[in-house]
């Protein structure tokens, strides 16, 4: 079989993609040090994306492992994690980063953000964003430390490591490489880096 075209998502941007049910996409930590928000709309109908809150009620967990089935708003099965080279506990709980996330803290107006990085991804789908769901922050670590509180560490990923989902219903996929470089969750350098996906199979 050949090699999957790698797609990229950009240092700092976003990327989308129309997937059909039954074709895995693959999300690749290219430089191992990079969180990858990520999001799923089912195809037609952009009120009914992946939701992290859901998941944790039917899997009465935070974060999600190989075998487990994520589903949207609608209880809708959407994916399914088929592989995850990465250490997992992937953050199911931290909001997308917006402008204000970064004003808030004392930077100036106009930095990147994984909302604005939605917003542009589906654009150039010629998709309208209604809102910004909850993501869930591949490679991130936002572990929760004593029952209660949440401490970001720096990703313990190698180089490569990827997590691979099946689709479960047509859908729309979006990513952002997260342009954080207030926190040490992208590595600590500062330097958000490219990360990549590849979707797999055939359409059935
Ligand atoms: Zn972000």
Redesign the pocket.
């Known amino acids: 079989m050949s090699k999957p075209d790698l797609i990229t998502i950009p240092a700092g941007r976003g990327k989308a993609a129309r997937i059909e049910a039954g074709r895995h996409v693959r999300v690749i930590n290219t430089f191992g040090t990079q ?1 990858v ?1 990520t999001w799923a709309f089912i195809d037609g109908h952009m009120d009914e994306p992946l939701s992290m809150e859901h998941c944790r009620e039917v899997h009465q967990r935070i974060c999600f492992a190989v075998g487990d089935e994520l589903v949207s708003n609608h209880y809708q099965p959407m994916f399914t994690i088929m592989a995850d080279t990465s250490p997992g506990n992937q953050d199911s709980i931290v909001a ?3 402008e204000a ?1 970064y004003t808030r803290v004392g930077y100036p107006a106009g930095h990147g ?3 604005d ?1 939605l917003r542009a991804a589906l654009a150039e789908l010629d998709i309208a964003s209604v809102f910004t769901p909850s ?1 869930w ?1 591949l490679f991130m670590r936002a572990l929760v430390i004593d029952g209660l509180h949440i401490e970001y560490q720096r990703p313990t990923c190698q180089p490569g490591d990827y997590v691979e989902l099946r689709v479960e219903a047509d859908c729309i996929v979006a990513f ?1 490489a ?3 470089d207030v926190w040490p969750t992208n590595g600590g350098d500062g330097t958000p880096v490219d990360a990549h996906f590849a979707i797999i199979g055939g359409a059935p």
């Open positions: 969180c928000d997308a980063c917006s996330t953000n994984c909302c990085n993501p922050n952002s997260c342009p954080d």
